[in-house]
C-alpha cells in the first residue's frame, strides 16, 4: 500500500498564501495520479486539484484555477499544493490521494490511498 501524510497546514490571513505538501511512502507513487480534496465543515468532500506523470498533464477545480498550484516531484516521491491569494472560503481539512485510473478523477471514489489531512484556516 501507498502511505500518504500531508503537512504545511496553519492559519493565515485573506489574500495570504500557503504550500501543503503530501509525502508518499515509496518510489511507486510515481505510477499514481495524485489528487487533492478538500472538505469544510458540514460538507462533503471537494476535488481541488490532480496532477499525472507530467508537467502538462494537471487539471483543477474552477475554485482552484489561477490561484493553486499542484506539482509533484517524482524522484523524491512528493507532491505539493501552492495555494495563493486565499479567501475564507478556501478553510477545510485538505488531503492528498493517490488513484490507479488511466484518466484524471475528479470523484474521491475513485482514489485508492489517503492521506490524514491538513488543516487550513484562512482569516478575514
Known amino acids: 500500500q501507498v502511505q500518504l501524510v500531508e503537512s504545511g497546514g496553519g492559519l493565515v490571513q485573506a489574500g495570504g498564501s500557503l504550500r501543503l505538501s503530501c509525502q508518499a511512502s515509496d518510489r511507486t507513487f510515481e505510477s499514481y495520479i495524485m489528487g487533492w480534496f478538500r472538505q469544510a465543515p458540514g460538507k462533503e468532500r471537494e476535488f481541488v486539484a490532480a496532477y499525472g506523470w507530467s508537467g502538462d498533464s494537471a487539471h483543477y477545480a474552477d475554485s482552484a484555477k489561477g490561484r493553486f498550484t499542484v506539482d509533484r516531484d517524482h524522484a523524491k516521491a512528493t507532491g505539493t499544493l501552492t495555494m495563493t491569494n486565499l479567501k475564507s472560503e478556501d478553510t477545510a481539512v485538505y488531503y492528498c490521494?493517490?488513484?490507479?485510473?488511466?484518466?484524471?478523477?475528479?470523484?474521491?471514489?475513485?482514489?485508492?490511498?489517503w492521506g490524514q489531512g491538513t488543516e487550513v484556516t484562512v482569516s478575514a
Open positions: 490521494a493517490a488513484s490507479s485510473m488511466g484518466t484524471i478523477p475528479t470523484d474521491s471514489d475513485d482514489y485508492e490511498y
